[in-house]
């Protein structure tokens, strides 16, 4: 892959005009037209993306993986994630857009968040004709409501409709998985807003201990439920968010290794040489190589 560019091209929706709707719904086949070449060409976006591919397919590429598209596979596409589509400007489907601020940061919205669109095991499934009737339903509740643009309340029931879909697709999402994970005790809960402080923070340094101050718990509870909810450290966790950020910067920029060092929070570019090396057993160099 040609890495001539020197950072990944983002998009946004509405970032001027905070006042608008921060909802978008399109015909998937109307936006890839539109769209052209720039959404095959490996991009993020500061929003949140659901993807409903009408028809088997084709393949769609996220971060570092490349998904067989197959009948009405469903997407999801979180904030920062590089991804791109294929060539195919005729693909039948629904897209839907929304931003951070779209979530209403209740109990429910900071697990769909962290469970629905930040499965990096499996954020691509096919859904049966049942499912496809419930979702396709709530898009034509949606579809109606964006018609009222303007309306008493209107921006609420696009929120809700919203929600009560990804609430029904994260139940068809937990039929295949093998650990359920459901809102029922406070570890669950201390345990998706310790990763949205990682997301917030890691390029800070911060310590365990300083997550764990802003959670009000010990850094000893912290372990324990991070332990318990995934099986991993607190700081296991921490690590693999600027891994994976260095890796999206060597795979698809042109970086220097020291730039991609300090961008990611690292004053010492062969500090970050040997934390590379050492979390994922090659050099930067190296990975960037194979990975072209």
Same mark, same amino acid.
């Given at each position: 892959?040609?890495?001539?560019?020197?950072?990944?091209?983002?998009?946004?929706?509405?970032?001027?005009?905070?006042?608008?709707?921060?909802?978008?719904?399109?015909?998937?086949?109307?936006?890839?037209?539109?769209?052209?070449?720039?959404?095959?060409?490996?991009?993020?976006?500061?929003?949140?993306?659901?993807?409903?591919?009408?028809?088997?397919?084709?393949?769609?590429?996220?971060?570092?993986?490349?998904?067989?598209?197959?009948?009405?596979?469903?997407?999801?596409?979180?904030?920062?994630?590089?991804?791109?589509?294929?060539?195919?400007?005729?693909?039948?489907?629904?897209?839907?857009?929304?931003?951070? !601020? @779209?979530?209403?940061?209740?109990? *429910?919205?900071?697990? $769909? #968040?962290?469970? +629905?669109? %930040?499965?990096?095991?499996?954020?691509?499934?096919?859904?049966?004709?049942?499912?496809?009737?419930?979702?396709?339903?709530?898009?034509?509740?949606?579809?109606?409501?964006?018609?009222?643009?303007? !309306? @008493?309340?209107?921006?609420?029931? *696009?929120?809700?409709? $919203? #929600?009560?879909? +990804?609430? %029904?697709?994260?139940?068809?999402?937990?039929?295949?998985?093998?650990?359920?994970?459901?809102?029922?005790?406070?570890?669950?809960?201390?345990?998706?807003?310790?990763?949205?402080?990682?997301?917030?923070?890691?390029?800070?340094?911060?310590? *365990?201990?300083?997550?764990?101050?802003?959670?009000?718990?010990?850094?000893?509870?912290?372990?324990?439920?991070?332990?318990?909810?995934?099986?991993?450290?607190?700081?296991?966790?921490?690590?693999?968010?600027?891994?994976?950020?260095?890796?999206?910067?060597?795979?698809?920029?042109?970086?220097?290794?020291?730039?991609?060092?300090?961008?990611?929070?690292?004053?010492?570019?062969?500090?970050?040489?040997?934390?590379?090396?050492?979390?994922?057993?090659?050099?930067?160099?190296?990975?960037?190589?194979?990975?072209?």
């Amino acid at each position: 892959m040609p890495k001539s560019n020197s950072k990944i091209e983002q998009y946004h929706l509405h970032k001027l005009h905070p006042e608008m709707l921060q909802f978008e719904l399109y015909s998937l086949k109307e936006y890839r037209k539109k769209s052209g070449e720039k959404a095959a060409i490996p991009h993020s976006h500061s929003y949140y993306q659901i993807i409903w591919f009408f028809n088997g397919g084709g393949t769609h590429t996220v971060d570092f993986k490349t998904y067989e598209i197959k009948d009405n596979t469903i997407l999801f596409i979180t904030k920062d994630q590089i991804h791109s589509f294929d060539d195919d400007l005729e693909i039948e489907g629904w897209l839907i857009h929304f931003n951070e !601020s @779209f979530f209403m940061h209740s109990d *429910v919205d900071i697990f $769909l #968040k962290y469970n +629905l669109f %930040n499965s990096q095991q499996n954020p691509c499934y096919p859904i049966n004709n049942d499912s496809c009737d419930v979702v396709n339903n709530y898009i034509k509740l949606i579809k109606k409501e964006l018609d009222k643009r303007g !309306s @008493f309340g209107y921006e609420d029931v *696009v929120r809700f409709l $919203l #929600k009560a879909m +990804l609430i %029904n697709l994260e139940r068809i999402h937990q039929k295949d998985a093998t650990k359920k994970i459901e809102l029922n005790s406070q570890y669950e809960l201390q345990f998706f807003k310790y990763k949205e402080l990682i997301e917030a923070h890691y390029k800070d340094g911060f310590s *365990v201990n300083y997550y764990a101050d802003l959670l009000h718990i010990s850094s000893k509870t912290l372990t324990t439920i991070t332990k318990n909810i995934i099986g991993k450290s607190p700081s296991q966790l921490i690590a693999e968010r600027i891994i994976l950020e260095a890796k999206r910067l060597l795979r698809f920029t042109s970086l220097q290794i020291g730039e991609i060092a300090f961008k990611i929070g690292f004053d010492d570019a062969s500090y970050f040489v040997k934390y590379f090396k050492r979390h994922v057993g090659s050099s930067p160099k190296s990975y960037r190589e194979a990975s072209s």
